[in-house]
């Protein structure tokens, strides 16, 4: 780094970098201890089949204490004393070497990209390593371009797959409609040879 801290320096042994303080004219109220975590459950029975002999003194049950406050502890005020948080001086690191060239690299055939990302799918391309604005202008136009044509291409396969799935829905319904038709002409047809059944019957009668 180009700063260190300075290793002459020390926090004051004075220094007060507490924010709040116990408020000193905070007293605790009377009887505040004498107040019990827990008290007898005042709806609690002795058991009828309980037997003293048996089972030994009764004792009720306790629950918490709706009066318990809890430990007490004073209220909090802001500290006249509080000069802020410490902050160690630095001084110019004797060891800092300024190297101008050190993202310098023989090649950038290669990079390396560490991204996270919530959804899959994703296609990460195109990479421009350059000096200037302007050598990357014409790259940008050439990736939108590229970026473009792919996008529509990618809409265009959805609709159609949207198409195909509605297409293949269609059908399937008029395989339904057409398979409920059979069944209505199967029992319109049971129905005329029961009254064909019926007549001849009649006519034997």
């Given at each position: 780094?180009?700063?260190?801290?300075?290793?002459?320096?020390?926090?004051?042994?004075?220094?007060?970098?507490?924010?709040?303080?116990?408020?000193?004219?905070?007293?605790?109220?009377?009887?505040?201890?004498?107040?019990?975590?827990?008290?007898?459950?005042?709806?609690?029975?002795?058991?009828?089949d309980w037997d003293d002999d048996l089972d030994g003194e009764?004792?009720?049950?306790?629950?918490p204490n709706p009066e318990y406050k809890g430990p007490w502890?004073?209220?909090?005020?802001?500290?006249?004393?509080?000069?802020?948080?410490?902050?160690?001086?630095?001084?110019?690191?004797?060891?800092?070497?300024?190297?101008?060239?050190?993202?310098?690299?023989?090649?950038?055939?290669?990079?390396?990209?560490?991204?996270?990302?919530?959804?899959?799918?994703?296609?990460?391309?195109?990479?421009?390593?350059?000096?200037?604005?302007?050598?990357?202008?014409?790259?940008?136009?050439?990736?939108?371009?590229?970026?473009?044509?792919?996008?529509?291409?990618?809409?265009?396969?959805?609709?159609?797959?949207?198409?195909?799935?509605?297409?293949?829905?269609?059908?399937?319904?008029?395989?339904?409609?057409?398979?409920?038709?059979e069944d209505e002409d199967e029992d319109e047809d049971e129905?005329?040879?029961?009254?064909?059944?019926?007549?001849?019957?009649?006519?034997?009668?």
């Amino acid at each position: 780094p180009k700063k260190i801290n300075d290793p002459s320096q020390s926090k004051p042994a004075d220094w007060v970098d507490e924010r709040m303080i116990d408020d000193p004219e905070d007293k605790k109220p009377e009887g505040w201890d004498d107040i019990p975590a827990e008290i007898v459950d005042p709806e609690a029975e002795k058991p009828d089949d309980w037997d003293d002999d048996l089972d030994g003194e009764w004792e009720a049950p306790k629950v918490p204490n709706p009066e318990y406050k809890g430990p007490w502890q004073p209220k909090k005020i802001d500290n006249p004393a509080y000069k802020g948080p410490w902050v160690h001086p630095q001084i110019d690191n004797p060891d800092y070497k300024d190297d101008t060239e050190l993202y310098a690299f023989d090649s950038f055939k290669y990079i390396g990209i560490d991204i996270w990302q919530v959804k899959s799918g994703s296609i990460f391309s195109h990479f421009t390593l350059a000096d200037s604005w302007d050598d990357v202008k014409g790259d940008i136009e050439l990736v939108n371009t590229f970026r473009e044509g792919q996008k529509a291409k990618k809409d265009e396969e959805e609709k159609a797959r949207q198409a195909s799935e509605e297409k293949t829905k269609a059908e399937e319904s008029e395989d339904e409609d057409e398979d409920e038709d059979e069944d209505e002409d199967e029992d319109e047809d049971e129905d005329e040879d029961e009254d064909e059944d019926e007549d001849e019957d009649e006519d034997e009668d």
